[in-house]
Nanobody, 126 residues
Framework: QLQVVESGGGLVQPGGSLRLSCTTS????????IGWFRQAPGKEREGVSC????????IYANSVKGRFTISRDKANDTIYLQMNSLKPEDTAVYYC???????????????????WGQGTQVTVSS
């Protein structure tokens, strides 16, 4: 059974860091791409970053470029989102999702992702 589970959220001060984890199971990660999305209260879901697991290609939203890094731990079938220099506007529920095409990924086509996790809350506040 295909599963993705997020963890690592929490409360952090502005300028701080968090690392989110997306643990996957039930499928061969090489054949999938993984995306990170977020949704703040009263706002639409926003694509943050994604990774194409066939070649390691990555995409970042302009709002997080240079601050967030997506990576893969092949041994543990886990995708990480390292978030540095966090800002209050990064506050949201963060979701990871899996799409059954590892050749490319997208952060604007959420409909392509077939399996979503439950989300993890990230709050950036002093």
């Amino acid at each position: 059974q295909l599963q993705v589970v997020e963890s690592g959220g929490g409360l952090v001060q502005p300028g701080g860091s968090l690392r989110l984890s997306c643990t996957t199971s039930g499928f061969i990660l090489d054949y999938y791409s993984i995306g990170w999305f977020r949704q703040a209260p009263g706002k639409e879901r926003e694509g943050v970053s994604c990774i194409s697991n066939s070649d390691g290609g990555t995409i970042y939203a302009n709002s997080v470029k240079g601050r967030f890094t997506i990576s893969r731990d092949k041994a543990n079938d886990t995708i990480y989102l390292q978030m540095n220099s966090l800002k209050p506007e990064d506050t949201a529920v963060y979701y990871c999702a899996a799409a059954a095409d590892g050749r490319f990924c997208t952060i604007i086509g959420a409909y392509m992702y077939e399996k979503w996790g439950q989300g993890t809350q990230v709050t950036v506040s002093s």
